[in-house]
């Protein structure tokens, strides 16, 4: 079965630096796009990057110009590269994938979530 397993999570403080990883793995045929979102306690789940097949990339404008998504569609892994850290950045990651499996149609994934916390 299809899978996405975030990492690179932790406590940080202002200002600082942490790269997320989502890897998929299982019976994939094709990736398109792959997005990561984040839930703050008591905050509704709110969209942060995406970025096509194609490269292609758009982020919320709480984190433009400080976060980065990439992908490598050799590791199929999305990337969140998130720099000049703020407290209101705390929150659990989740990453989302639309994957066409090798016998079934395409459909949303998400991973289990990765915590950053962002404090003094």
């Known amino acids: 079965q299809v899978q996405l397993v975030e990492s690179g999570g932790g406590l940080v403080q202002p200002g600082g630096s942490l790269r997320l990883s989502c890897a998929a793995s299982g019976s994939i045929f ?27 990339t758009n982020y919320a404008d709480s984190v433009k110009g400080r976060f980065t998504i990439s992908r490598d569609n050799a590791k199929n892994t999305v990337y969140l590269q998130m720099n000049s850290l703020k407290p209101e950045d705390t929150a659990v990651y989740y990453c989302n994938a639309q994957i066409r499996g090798q016998n079934s149609p395409t459909r949303s994934y998400w991973g289990q979530g990765t915590q950053v916390t962002v404090s003094s």
Request: glycine residues 12%; charged residues 15%.
């Open 30 to 56: 094709s990736i398109n796009f792959m997005k990561w979102y984040r839930q703050a306690p008591g905050s509704q789940r709110e969209l942060v990057a995406h970025i096509t097949s194609g490269g292609s």
